[in-house]
């Protein structure tokens, strides 16, 4: 039994497929002399296609970005063609018999240990480009969970170091069971992608790819963390009737999609999705959500093989808003950095990303590009209502900390309002809204109320920004505590603040789909609450148990504690009075 970090519960038991960065051969695997010759070859074609990639990259960037930024790819398409390493590659295919990706996987062991001796930082950023250019032609030499591979039969459970974006669109509709990383923590694409679709996962299982193999039964349990690789059968029955009960309920709680979210004494609440991308919005439409309370562009950028242009970006969120629950769709601008990047947009090294040049920071330094996604919304929310009802679009900001910036914002969507007019384009004013999630944001929230629509509380980052804590840090990741004094005394007052100022106010963070935390939210008075699809039905059970008086109760009891552990004990005593059997759904 391994132990990791619980970010999307339930039990799984499958079969492990384990998704290596570069996708190697099996170990030890050589060729036969006929096979060297078609080896050589494909890999060759792989090298073109490469080049194909990289060439349209640098054009499409120079455009859309600059010509600074597409220099990050002539820099690739240099090392594709540099002869030392090309011959590598040949030398190990030919003389060894190796197959092209255990080659492949061989040279970027043997850079990364050259570059491991350098001192110089930029120096060693280049390592960053090897990597890309190794990894683009593995993606062109193998397909990621290839259709017909006997390891892919029955119900998966996916393995990888960091499930990266690119990943996820290529697992598209297989039988994911389970998913298991070895780094990342609650807001880790691996957690994002899990939550939304209610599989169970664990992350920052250190070492667990030395320690599996394609084929292996494992058991997740994401409720505790646990992982279990080839279980007794005795505890693989035992996770498996666990697994029969965690189906059999969200399978009934899934039948009151159709039904509103209306509390014991008869309040209305809204219960809005997390999405990513078309895919989530139509999940979302089966959950029951009555909207989509946040669009995470930045996925539309991070799988795209190059850069969508506004004229892309108008077809998807087209799409996005039509699929949508009532057309609603809250739409966040590009949030980048951080542990997500995109190489034309600058990959430096910083000491503390997630302190640094990210999210709205990043996009005011590039003007242009971040005009573009705003057109794109504006003639989205405009064109959007020429084929069905009327749509509600939001566009939302991140990371705002000051008020000069939400005032540069509106001056931007103003300017971009006035070009689509000088070219005769169709669009529509919509609401501009601001995220809390920065400290000094939430303490002046009584000065940014005047100059926004809305508020959403983005209470993931707010969380370790306020403690002071890397969430995906193990060594400090307890301090991330939702539950903690600190954190719920600053969201009572954000929220009094809003509700004061009439402002709608929805918090988009991981708290709204955790039941003891919702119990504490509610008694704040928040009625909007967006989460990932798949824990709304959950939740729209536990609303029906909720009255004012109880959840304030609870609240002001609650708030005189202080100890997160405290908070924890007496939030979850109360949840399992109220709705005992949502228990399983809960991670611990």
Known sequence: ??????????????????????????????????????????????????ADDLRA????????????????????LTILHDAAFTKRVRNWIVK?????????????????????????????????????????????????????????SGPLILIADELLPSQVVAIGDRPVAGIITQTGGTTSHAAILARSRGIPAVTGVRGILRQV???????????????????????????????????????????????PAVSADGEAVELLANI???????????????????????????????????????????????????????????DLGGDKTIPYLGHSREANPFLGWRS???????????????????????????????????LLFPMITTLEEIRRVRAMVRRAGRALDRQKQPWKEVPIGLMIEVPAAAVTIDNLLDVVDFVSIGSNDLVQYLMAADRDNPKVSHLCQPLSPPVLRVLDQVIRACR????????????????????????????????????????????SHLTRADTRQLLQEVLELKT?????????????????????????
């Open 500 to 543: 004061r100022a009439a402002k709608p106010v929805t918090l988009c963070g991981e708290m709204a789909g955790d039941p003891p935390a919702f119990l504490l939210l509610y008694g704040m008075g928040l009625r909007s609450f967006s989460m990932s699809p798949a824990f709304i039905p959950a939740i729209k059970e536990l609303v």
């Open 57 to 76: 990259l640098i054009q499409k960037v120079a455009s859309q970005v600059g010509a600074t930024e597409a220099g990050v790819f002539q820099s690739q």
């Open 213 to 259: 193999r394609n084929g292996a039964t494992v058991v997740v349990d994401g409720r505790d963390g646990h992982v279990i690789v080839n279980p007794s059968p005795e505890v693989t029955s035992a996770y498996r009737k666990l697994q029969r009960e965690f189906v059999h309920l969200k399978d009934s709680l899934a039948s009151n999609f159709e039904q």
């Open 1 to 50: 039994m391994r132990k990791g970090i619980a970010v999307s519960p339930g039990v799984a038991v499958g079969t492990a497929y384990v998704i290596h960065e570069i996708f190697v051969a099996r170990e030890g695997e050589q060729l036969d002399g006929e096979q060297v010759n078609a080896e050589v070859a494909r890999y060759e074609r792989a090298c073109e296609q490469t």
């Open 276 to 334: 990513n991308h078309l895919a989530d919005a139509t999940t979302a439409r089966t959950m029951g959500a009555s909207g989509v309370g946040l669009y995470r562009t930045e996925y539309l950028f991070l799988t795209h093989p190059d850069v969508p242009d506004e004229d892309e970006q108008l077809a998807t969120y087209r799409e996005v808003i039509a699929a949508s629950p009532n057309r609603r769709v809250t739409i966040r601008t590009l």
């Open 96 to 152: 060894e018999r190796q197959p092209a990706q255990a080659a492949l996987r061989r040279l970027l062991d043997e850079y990364t240990r050259i570059f491991a001796r350098i001192s110089d930082d930029y120096l060693r950023e280049r390592l960053t480009d090897i990597r890309d250019v190794i990894v683009r032609l593995s993606s062109h030499l193998t397909e990621v969970l290839k259709p017909g591979s006997r390891a892919i």
């Open 360 to 394: 709205i920071r990043l996009s005011f330094e590039h003007p242009e590009f971040f005009a573009a996604q705003i057109r794109a919304v504006l003639r989205a929310a405009a064109t959007a209502d020429e084929k069905g009802p009327k749509s509600d679009v939001r």
């Open 564 to 588: 997160a552990a405290q908070i924890a004990r007496v939030s979850n005593d109360r949840l399992a009075s109220i709705a005992p059997k949502l228990a399983i759904l809960g991670t611990r």
